[in-house]
């Protein structure tokens, strides 16, 4: 049989015992577990014997204040959430704020009803147990998100064996055949190759959010940088221009094949939401303190309830599911978090008359 749930305990600190009487018989008759003391100090030390669910807290007393009795209480992280409603004949609102200041979750002014006291008990009470539920409910779903992200680890980090082996076999296979057959087998190629570098996606997003994943500092040209990312995409994909804008070096001290990845994600991204004859831009500037590298495409564009979502790891699932935006979800979560080790920032913006600007900020 499950025991008896245990009554609310509330701490009641006042240093008129008429007032203890009162505040102590009236919260009794409701089933609550009262436990009154006069002064500050035995406030505190009834807290750290047994913390209370919640205070109802005389503001004038000798020797300690109710308002430095608060303060005290929210110190320590163990005592923080337990709500505390002032009860004091101070009706000034400058003493109200003050209350509200030393961490006061309810105000009550003397002399009191009993109804509204009994009121804004219940309310606090109802309060913090909602907030208790939603903690729990929070470190579950934490929990739920763990055991998914290390089952998918799991896979994908055995899947990456058999699939360079696959690799492999399909290159020196490759060489062995016709011309025409090489390029039926260069489908095959690509097909695994994006798997693989799916497969990399994960893995690098799972070692940055665990920090996991050393960043090679130094000095690097990013317009250079840019230069090399456009000579690599051009010759694979020639129906859709890449336009530099780059005029003058860009220099930033950053990991620079971890911000390479970022430029290819993000041009790929373009070339694929870009209209076969369309154009892309590759910009690099330097503003103020930081190096800003910016990719613009001609596609549909990114809706604005979207724009932070589709940097969330998995985020652009529910995009691509709404048809509003497509992509894996693992490139731009790649992106922000190996931009964010470096202290900078990514975003997304609209451009006229069609297409986003993916844009990312590095400290120079």
Not at 151 to 165: E, G
Not at 173 to 182: P, R, V, Y
Not at 205 to 218: A, F
Request: aromatic fraction near 4%; charged fraction near 25%; include cysteine.
């Amino acid at each position: 049989m499950a025991p008896e749930a245990r009554p609310p305990s509330i701490l009641v600190v006042d240093d008129k015992l008429e007032n203890l009487r009162l505040l102590s018989g009236m919260l009794a008759v409701r089933g609550l577990d009262v436990r009154p003391v006069t002064t500050g100090r035995e406030a505190l030390l009834a807290v750290a014997h047994d913390p209370p669910d919640l205070v109802l807290l005389d503001v004038s007393m000798p020797g300690m204040s109710g308002f430095e009795v608060c303060a005290k209480l929210r110190d320590k992280a163990e005592w923080r959430d337990i709500p505390v409603i002032f009860l004091t004949a101070l009706s000034d609102v400058g003493d109200k704020v003050k209350g509200f200041a030393a961490g006061g979750t309810d105000y009550i002014t003397k002399p009191f009803q009993i109804e509204e006291v009994l009121a804004r008990v219940e309310n606090q009470l109802a309060l913090r147990e909602a907030r208790r539920e939603l903690a729990a409910s929070l470190e579950r779903l934490h929990g739920l998100e763990r055991l998914r992200d290390d089952l998918v680890h799991m896979v994908v980090h055995d899947m990456r064996s058999p699939l360079m082996v696959l690799i492999m076999r399909l290159e020196q296979l490759k060489s062995q055949i016709t011309a025409g057959q090489a390029r039926a087998l260069d489908g095959a190629l690509l097909s695994a190759a994006a798997v693989n570098r799916m497969a990399e996606a994960l893995l690098d997003v799972r070692r940055l959010e665990e920090g996991k994943m050393p960043l090679d500092r130094s000095p690097c040209d990013l317009s250079a940088l840019a230069a090399e990312v456009r000579t690599a995409f051009a010759p694979a994909d020639p129906g859709r221009a890449i336009l530099l804008d780059c005029p003058v070096p860009v220099v930033a001290t950053c990991d620079r094949g971890l911000v390479r990845r970022v430029m290819e994600n993000l041009v790929s991204n373009a070339i694929k939401h870009t209209p076969r004859g369309g154009r892309l831009h590759i910009g690099a500037v330097t503003r103020a303190d930081r190096a800003r590298i910016t990719v613009q495409d001609e596609g549909p564009g990114v809706p604005p309830e979207e724009r932070q979502r589709i940097f969330d790891k998995f985020g652009t699932v529910a995009a691509r599911k709404d048809q509003h935006y497509h992509s894996a979800g693992l490139g731009l979560a790649f992106c922000k978090l190996a931009v964010q080790a470096h202290g900078g920032a990514i975003g997304v913006e609209s451009v006229q008359p069609r297409g986003s600007l993916f844009w990312f900020e590095l400290p120079t």
